[in-house]
């Protein structure tokens, strides 16, 4: 097992344990949270010269999209 698993078995582990928590924070800071996510991307992508632009823009998609479907509905991150 990689670490990225380890991670990503650590990751769950929180969700599940503040899932109700999480799920109010989404849906409560959902824009600030976008934001956040398209800051980071264009910081990556200044950082990185525009060489990875396509890359970072679907990453930062998914990125919105898992946090966004943590509540099971994809209504509160643009």
């Known amino acids: 097992m990689g670490m ?14 503040n899932q109700d928590k999480i799920h109010e924070v989404v849906n409560d800071h959902g824009d600030t949270i976008g ?10 992508d200044d950082k990185t010269g525009g060489r990875f632009s396509d890359h970072i823009g679907t990453g930062e998609q998914h990125v919105k999209d898992a946090i966004d479907g943590l509540d099971g ?3 509160d991150i643009p």
């Open 4 to 17: 990225f698993d380890n991670m990503a078995d650590k990751v769950s582990d929180l969700v599940e344990q």
């Open 35 to 44: 934001d956040g996510i398209d800051r980071a991307g264009d910081f990556v």
């Open 73 to 75: 509905q994809n209504d």
